[in-house]
């Protein structure tokens, strides 16, 4: 039998674990350990604050450790650990989903719930080509998707994703499926708070995609509103409408990836609503229970829904669920969530810091190095110069750094910076976030 200090030597081993995206020998060897946590700051096992300037993984919107969201949690566990989604439902379910239908904008009202932002994309693809499929028009398989785009690591997120090392590993991915350029371009856009001018017409890409297949080919095109992941990418002014005109003419569904975009981020609870565009599917996860218990889920128009709701009555229409779906802890915390966001007014919030957030960020406009800064909603995301011959060398130094320096977690992309704090952040607190970043630029140039 080992000896306790052996076993207590094996619990602090830091072999076992694979850390998903992480460079696992740079973290072992330096490891940035979080404990515990509460509103904006974590806190490290030897008791350091560290600022959260991502909110999470863009995920905890409310903060870190909200008592209602964990009251709500604890009471759940004693009460239903869990129930099966198939073919039962619990009574939390129908509350949460009914509460997200009244936040999303027109007849998006159909909620079905899976377990994170990559279940969901997948789930929105398949109920894309099923919606076809089950109105007699099978033909349309194709997916497009957009460069840079990141919707998870399913199979089917990496195939109409856009970045590059998230697909060049892993084979052929799905077949049939196209992309629309990204719409960044440093040349016209460079150092623009919110939408850029420029751009709109890009979406006009998706006209040639049809030209080249035929619209009677296509399923569903999908978006993120604003791109988050390779940097913070806000879409130009037009360009959503410009998709949305597109996709309804030539009958192609438009899903919207608001993974990132929902529940509040860019100041509404759904970037649906600040372009007044409306998808026929919506993605969400992360803000859903402001990240304290894994969720996600597809929101899809009633026409949508309605279109499976045929045949003989036993039978199942969608053959499609997760063992966790609408799980009960998740309910609980989704439905805590959404009353913190609301009692809090913390959608209104966001956008009421979004000129002031745009403004700190723009501070770090001149510092060397500094190629280019996006802002939308509590979200930025900067540019830095690479170093010759080592992509994504500076931006990994910058993260460590602001950890152990500067108390401050970020996000990087390669070389790019993203910033994007909890809702509840102050005033103060958005000076002092970008007053870090702005040293920790300072030390890897
Ligand atoms: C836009 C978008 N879609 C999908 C995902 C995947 O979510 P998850 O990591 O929960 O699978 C993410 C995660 O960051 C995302 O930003």
């Known amino acids: 039998m080992a000896d306790i200090s052996s076993l207590a030597r094996q619990t602090n081993d830091l072999d076992a674990f694979w850390l998903p995206f992480t460079p696992n020998r740079a973290f072992k060897r330096a490891p940035r350990l979080i404990a515990g946590a509460k509103d904006l700051h974590y806190f490290t096992p030897d008791g350091r604050a560290v600022l959260d300037g991502l909110a999470g993984l863009w995920c905890t919107n409310a903060g870190h450790n909200r008592d209602p969201i ?25 509350e949460l989903a009914s509460r997200v239908a009244a936040l999303a904008p027109a007849d998006l009202n159909r909620v079905f719930f899976c377990n994170s932002g990559s279940e969901a994309i997948d789930t929105a693809l398949k109920i894309a080509l099923a919606y076809h499929n089950v109105r007699g028009e099978g033909a349309r398989t194709r997916l497009i998707g957009r460069e840079r785009g990141y919707h998870g690591v399913g199979f089917g997120g990496i195939s109409v994703g856009g970045i590059v090392n998230n697909r060049k590993f892993f084979g052929t991915l799905l077949a049939g499926v196209d992309h629309l350029p990204a719409t960044y371009s440093r040349e016209h856009q460079a150092f623009t708070k919110g939408e850029p001018q420029w751009g709109a017409h890009l ?20 978006v993120e509103p604003m791109a988050g992941s390779t940097g913070v990418l806000p879409p130009p002014k037009g360009y959503l409408a410009r998709l949305r005109t597109i996709c309804d003419r030539h009958g192609i569904l438009l899903i919207f990836d608001e993974v990132i975009t929902g529940f509040g981020r860019l100041g509404h609870a759904f970037a649906a609503e600040r372009y007044g565009v409306t998808p026929d599917l919506l993605c969400f996860a992360k803000g859903i229970t ?39 802890l998740a309910c609980a915390a ?36 500094v190629l280019d800064i996006r802002t939308v909603g509590l979200a930025a995301g900067v540019d830095l110069a690479s170093r010759p011959d080592a992509v994504g060398e500076r931006g990994y130094e910058a993260m460590e750094r602001a950890f152990h320096d500067e108390d401050l977690v970020i996000r990087i992309t390669g070389d790019t910076l993203a910033i994007a704090p909890p809702l509840i952040v102050s005033e103060g607190q958005i000076g002092e976030i970008f007053a870090k970043v702005g040293r920790v630029i300072g030390a890897v140039m």
């Open 290 to 328: 402001s990240g304290a218990v894994p969720m996600g889920g597809v929101i899809a128009r009633e026409n949508v829904y309605d279109a499976f709701m045929r045949g003989p009555e036993h039978a199942i229409e969608l053959f499609h669920g997760y063992t966790y779906s609408a799980h009960p």
């Open 70 to 94: 964990v009251a709500a949690i604890q009471r759940q566990a004693a009460e239903l650990d869990y129930s099966p989604a198939f073919h039962f439902a619990h009574p939390k379910s129908f």
């Open 334 to 369: 989704g439905l805590a969530s959404l009353d913190l966001y609301r009692d809090e007014g913390l959608f209104e919030r966001a956008k009421s810091l979004e000129s002031r957030y745009a403004d700190a960020a723009m501070t770090l406009k001149g510092l060397p190095g």
């Open 203 to 222: 979406a006009d890409e998706l006209e040639r995609i049809v030209a080249l297949h035929g619209a009677s080919t296509i399923a569903a095109v999908i």
